[in-house]
């Protein structure tokens, strides 16, 4: 699958990034412009997400491949891969199935277990706007009120609407939301593999989030022998987000 990506900076190691489920490449744009002082960053739409190709199959093995035919295509080699959530779970993927094609590896507030399906009411809530009705991206917002508390989530998930020329300027989603809602339990699926990775890893992780706990770090060392987990204070799940200066003390000091 041909994906969508930017691409940020000219010369240096390149690092490729993907975005979290629901997210998109721009999402990382600030991020990259840091990094691309010194590094190629390659910010990716992963299938079913953004400005990239939609498909009926997903699920972490075709995304890794995705990610391989990218790094392929490119020419890439010595690189650095950064993943948030879904995106974690990918490079990780990734990692176990192409051992030696990359240096380093970046997982973002994500670990390699199973998690509960736990989204379904943000779908419902995106689900039931009537997009040829809604006048203003507001509207949508005051929608969502009923399926989601937090104003920094929702902005977050309205992000995908766009007017889409060829349905007359209606609003429209960048996602594919009916494969991610029929395909939502895939993205909580545990990561099993029978070999450790011996590349350098670095797992970080937002205090106030509990995607990654402590019980999580003997799978995480069984995979990942040589990691290290560091814990970003004041975070949530979308650490870069929420405290990008400490997030990219972080980064540049690993990638170095």
Request: with cysteine.
């Amino acid at each position: 699958m041909d994906l969508f990506y930017r691409k940020v900076g000219e010369e240096g190691q390149p690092i490729i990034i993907l975005h979290g489920i629901f997210g998109s490449s721009d999402n990382w744009l600030t991020i990259a412009k840091s990094l691309s002082e010194t590094n190629q960053v390659f910010l990716l739409d992963q299938r079913n997400h953004g400005q990239s190709p939609r498909s009926e199959v997903f699920d972490y093995e075709v995304m890794a491949e995705d990610l391989k035919q990218f790094i392929e295509k490119h020419n890439l080699e010595n690189i650095i891969l950064i993943g948030h959530s879904m995106g974690g779970k990918v490079v990780m993927q990734f990692a176990m199935n192409y051992p030696t094609a990359f240096s380093k590896l970046i997982v973002v507030d994500i670990a390699p277990k199973f998690y509960p399906v736990h989204h379904a009411v943000l779908l419902r809530g995106l689900a039931s706007i009537d997009l040829q009705k809604l006048p203003n991206r507001t509207e949508a917002n005051e929608q969502m009120k009923a399926f989601e508390d937090s104003e920094g989530v929702r902005q977050f998930l309205l992000k995908n609407l766009w007017r889409n020329p060829e349905k007359n300027n209606e609003f429209d989603w960048r996602i594919n939301l009916p494969v991610i809602t029929k395909n939502i339990d895939i993205v909580g699926h545990e990561l099993l593999h029978e070999k450790s990775i011996q590349q350098p890893t670095l797992f970080i992780k937002g205090s106030e989030s509990h995607y990654i706990l402590p019980e999580d770090e003997r799978k995480i060392w069984e995979l990942f022998p040589n990691y290290e987990l560091e814990t970003i204070e004041g975070a949530g799940h979308w650490v870069q987000a929420d405290k990008p200066k400490e997030f990219l003390e972080l980064v540049k000091r690993f990638c170095l």
